[in-house]
Structures are given as structure tokens and as C-alpha cells.
């Protein structure tokens, strides 16, 4: 059906991008990753195309051409917080945990009740270690009390504190 309404209206973009999540969806990733991409040229519909070829890079493991498209979409709206957190997905997947930290922190300024940002933010500080535990604990706590009925994060937590202790024995043993 898609494809015979592009055969009819060749120019909207938003016959490519629906088309493009049937692709995603049934596992066609090369496929949507194209329509995402005739879907940007219609700026009605570019950040949300920009933001899903994004992450379909990302299940493809190319996080740079992940990073690249969700920095696009967040160009497009800085005010969604689901592309500041998406753009820190791939930058923490790539190992960018400082940058992953700001992206977190960019979509945590938009949506403050929203528990998967501080955890995605915590797991940031628990990977830069040291100083950044103890943030990365508040950021944990933060995510618990907005959603205290996700089991993964206590999980990480309970990660982080095993950290802490960890780091304040090999301190007091090197005194």
C-alpha cells in the first residue's frame, strides 16, 4: 500500500518514512535506512527520518553514521528530548561517555520525569568512574524514585555502590 501511494504521490515524504518503519520493523534495516532517507528530503519530515535512520545505523553497529544523523535531528529540533537521548545511545554505545553524559543531560532538561534519561546518564558517570560515581548514584536514585518499578535500574545501582566500595577499599589500603 505504501509503495502505491508513493507510485501516486512520488514527493511526500511521509509515504517513504511509513513505508521505511514496515522495512525496520520486518528486519529490511538497508531498505528503511533508504526511504528514511527520501523521507529527509520533505522537511515536514526530516527529524523524525534523520532520528530513525539514526537508529537503524545503530542496530546496524555504524555508530558514526548513527551519531551523525541524530546530531542532524537534534539540529532539526533541539527541543525533543528523545533525540538528545538516542544521540546519547550511539555516543555511549561508541564509547563517547562524556559526550553521552551532555546528551543525556540535554534530554533530562526537556523531560525531567523521565527515569530512562537519568539512568542513561548514571551508566555514563559509572563508566567514567572516579570522580563521577557519586553523580552517577544521585542520577540512579533519580531514576528509581520517577520509576521505581524498573528493575534495571537498581541493577545499575547496585553496580555503581559495588564500585564505590570497591574504590574506597583500594584507597584506604594504599595509605
Known sequence: DYTMALKLDPSNG??????????????AVERAIADYTLAAEDERYSFRAYYNRGNCYRKMGCI???????????????????GHNNLGLSMFEGGQFSQAQDAFSSAISSARNNGTYYNNRGLCYYHMGGKHLQAGLKDFEA??????????????????????????????GAG
Do not use: C, H, Q
Not at 64 to 82: E, F, G, M
Not at 147 to 169: D, V
Open 14 to 27: 511521509n509515504n517513504y518514512f511509513n513505508r521505511a518503519l514496515v522495512f525496520y520493523e520486518t528486519g
Open 64 to 82: 558514526d553514521d548513527s551519531i551523525a544523523d541524530l546530531k542532524r535531528a537534534v539540529d532539526l529540533d533541539p527541543t525533543n528530548p528523545a
Open 143 to 172: 531514576a528509581i524514585k520517577l520509576s521505581p518499578g524498573e528493575a534495571s535500574f537498581y541493577f545499575n545501582r547496585g553496580n555503581l555502590r559495588l564500585g564505590l566500595a570497591l574504590s574506597i577499599a583500594a584507597g584506604a
